[in-house]
Nanobody, 125 residues
Framework: QVQLVESGGGLVQAGGSLRLSCAAS????????MGWFRQAPGKDREFVAA????????SYADSVKGRFTISRDNAKNTVYLQMNSLKPEDTAVYYC??????????????????WGQGTQVTVSS
């Protein structure tokens, strides 16, 4: 069974930065695409960023393009989300996810099989 544990969330002022980490255990995910999603109160879970198994392919939501960067370290079985120039509208619970059998990026929640418990990101204005 795969466990994903996110860390790095917190409270930051607008314009600030945070780096989220997602550590996987239970099996290596070096052959699996991984992604980040977020969910604000009263809203559906939305795609943020995704990365292919090798890191050679990435995808971003338009709302975060140019501000967020997804990366991975397969030796550490960990994926990261560097978030810069944060805005109050980035406030949400951020979830890490992994695809069970696919190496390629997915942009919808139903393409992912494993999920972390989420980490809260709050951006104050």
């Amino acid at each position: 069974q795969v466990q994903l544990v996110e860390s790095g969330g917190g409270l930051v002022q607008a314009g600030g930065s945070l780096r989220l980490s997602c550590a996987a255990s239970g099996r290596t995910l070096s052959s699996n695409a991984m992604g980040w999603f977020r969910q604000a109160p009263g809203k559906d879970r939305e795609f943020v960023a995704a990365i292919s198994w090798s890191g050679g392919s990435t995808s971003y939501a338009d709302s975060v393009k140019g501000r967020f960067t997804i990366s991975r370290d397969n030796a550490k079985n960990t994926v990261y989300l560097q978030m810069n120039s944060l805005k109050p509208e980035d406030t949400a619970v951020y979830y890490c996810a992994a695809r069970r059998t696919s190496m390629w990026v997915g942009v919808t929640p139903n393409q992912y099989d494993y999920w972390g418990q989420g980490t809260q990101v709050t951006v104050s204005s």
